[in-house]
Structures are given as structure tokens and as C-alpha cells.
């Protein structure tokens, strides 16, 4: 998997030597001989998959032969799951998320950049702070949950609640699907208790899904567009909404850039400015924000704060784990 990354991520041939010194796994080869066969294993499972490995002259300059895969052959068209093939995807990506995995790729990806190796800006793996992804962490359960019922045709009770601040209400759905949107998990499906089709984040669903009913008995009506659902529910703010942030002083400079200042504030016992600047993508800021910890406070709209708040917390668990 590290050696697809590599070579996915660079824009031209990549040499053996610079595989050998930046991919997980080659550094540790006992001799050049040791490395070779491990190298020649690699690349033939990769063939053997039907991974389109190509080999090349690194440059017009330089004979030595370096490896690429064709990253246009290699991507897949869009791809519809049943049930049980999203449960096993949604198994990969726990994994996928998983530090020791991170860990490894982000610093392959680092390794090559440093040793003068042109990377892909879209990488299969983002070199990023993990503070702004939140993935599905802490609601493995209700995903399996729920993907069981809606391959079994089940409806589901499950405890949820609006925000964090508000109080569980235990809600009957009829399940469609589960869909992400913006780096998080959605359900879909009709609300019998509301009459009407709804979303709900997967993060604010309890631990406690319960199936009801015979098998069989919930199908998701055709015609129905599950990712169109979903992005009408999370559509980011409207273009003019402004936020305002408290920016902890000398701190948070790409803030200070993107906003307007508003003046000096003393906060929590430390000086800083209010800066005001559009909202935009409501994730995306939430990320840069989380990503300053308590260098960057939101003042408002409480709906930003809430995110951020969010994204904080899980990050503080995945450090306690």
C-alpha cells in the first residue's frame, strides 16, 4: 500500500534508490540484493492486481529507469455499493484513518518531497494536521448498525439529539442509505415520526440503534438521490455571512490575513484582536480554526463555534486512545 502511494503521488518516474530510502518497509532491507527481491515481489503483485506500473527514464537527462502508475488508468468510475460492500469499505476507511497508517503514508509523502521528488498537490493522502478531519470516529457502531438494517430492510429506533447542547429524542426511521458529505456521515431515510424524508449526522446518533420490524420491510423509493438529499440538508452558509474570532496576539497569522480586524479584546486573560471574515465553506473554516487550538476562538455564529467545539473534542480523544 505505501509503494501505491509513492507512485500515485508523483508526477513523473520515481528511481528504486529514492523508493528504497522513502517507502515504509525498504529502508530496513539487510543488503542492495535483499532489497531487489523484495522490490521485484512488489512490483510483480502489483501487475498481478492490474495495477498499471510503468517504467521510464527519470528525465531527458538521466538514463536511470524509474517506476510511475498511470494514475488516469488506474482510477475507478463511479462505483454504487450494496450494503454489505459499503460495511467493508467502511471497515477500510477506519483503517485508512487509523495513526499508525497515517503516520506512515504522511511521512513517505514528506520524505519524497524532501529528496526533490515532484508530489502530486492532491496526493492520495493529504498532508495535513488531523484536527480538521473528523471521519466517522466514535460512531463505528451506529454505521455498522445501521448499514445492517438497511441491508436487511429494517427500520431502526436510535436516540438522537439536534446539537450537542440539546437533549436525545428517540426517532423511528426507515433507513435509504448512508452517505458522507464534507468529511462526515449522514443517514437518510424517511422520519415516521415526522412524515417526511430526513437527514441525520451520524455523530449526534446514540449508541443505541435498535432494528424493528420484519425483514424485508423498508426499500428506498425509486428515483430518490441520496447525495442530492444530503447536500440540499448541509448546504454551506449563505455568501455574506460573517464570523467573528477572537485571534490570541501574534498568534494565527493566516487568520489575521483573511479577515478584517474589528479592534482589541482581552480574552481568558490573554490580549488578542476580533477579526471578522466571511464564513464561506462552513468545514473548512471550522478546520483552520480547530487547527490554532486556543490561539483562535469563535465568537459567533454559534453554529461555526459548535463545529469547532466538535472537531476539538474528537481530536482530544483520539489523543487519549
Do not use: C
Not at 5 to 25: D, N, P, Q, W
Not at 110 to 120: E, H, I, Q, S
Not at 236 to 253: H, K, L, M
Amino acid at each position: 500500500m505505501n509503494l501505491v502511494i509513492a507512485l500515485l503521488s508523483t508526477r513523473g518516474y520515481i528511481t528504486a534508490e529514492k523508493i528504497r530510502s522513502s517507502v515504509a518497509g525498504y529502508a530496513d532491507s539487510a543488503s542492495d540484493e535483499a532489497f531487489s527481491r523484495m522490490f521485484e515481489r512488489d512490483k510483480n503483485e502489483l501487475r498481478d492486481l492490474g495495477i498499471p506500473l510503468e517504467t521510464g527514464r527519470v528525465s531527458s537527462f538521466d538514463p536511470v529507469e524509474g517506476y510511475r502508475i498511470n494514475r488516469d488508468a488506474y482510477a475507478l468510475p463511479a462505483v454504487e455499493l450494496n450494503g454489505d460492500e459499503a460495511a467493508a469499505v467502511a471497515v477500510a476507511t477506519q483503517l485508512w484513518e487509523s495513526p499508525e497508517l497515517i503516520n506512515a503514508t504522511q511521512g513517505a509523502l514528506l520524505k519524497l518531497r524532501a529528496a526533490g521528488v515532484d508530489v502530486y498537490p492532491d496526493a492520495p493522502v493529504a498532508i495535513a494536521s488531523p484536527a480538521g478531519s473528523m471521519g466517522l470516529r466514535g460512531s463505528e457502531d451506529v454505521l455498522n448498525a445501521l448499514l445492517s438494517a438497511i441491508s436487511a430492510g429494517r427500520a431502526v429506533e436510535f436516540p438522537h439529539r439536534p446539537s450537542r447542547t440539546e437533549p436525545y429524542t428517540v426517532r423511528t426511521v426507515e433507513p435509504w442509505g448512508v452517505i458522507t458529505e464534507k468529511g462526515r456521515w449522514y443517514l437518510v431515510g424517511h422520519d415516521r415520526d415526522r412524515g417526511a424524508t430526513r437527514t441525520f449526522r451520524l455523530s449526534r446518533i446514540g449508541d443505541e440503534v435498535k432494528p424493528i420490524g420484519p425483514t424485508g420491510a423498508v426499500t428506498r423509493p425509486d428515483g430518490v438521490d441520496l447525495r442530492d438529499i444530503v447536500a440540499a440538508a448541509v448546504a454551506d452558509a449563505p455568501s455574506g455571512v460573517r464570523a467573528q474570532i477572537w485571534v490570541a496576539e501574534g498568534r494565527a497569522t493566516a487568520l489575521r490575513r483573511a479577515g478584517t480586524a474589528l479592534g482589541a479584546r482581552r480574552l481568558n486573560g490573554r490580549d488578542g484582536d476580533v477579526i471578522e471574515l466571511d464564513i464561506g465553506t462552513t468545514g473548512r473554516l471550522a478546520g483552520d480554526v480547530a487547527g490554532y487550538g486556543a490561539d483562535a476562538v469563535v465568537l459567533e455564529p454559534s453554529s461555526l463555534r459548535d463545529e469547532v467545539l466538535e472537531r476539538l473534542r474528537a481530536h482530544a480523544g483520539e489523543r487519549r486512545r
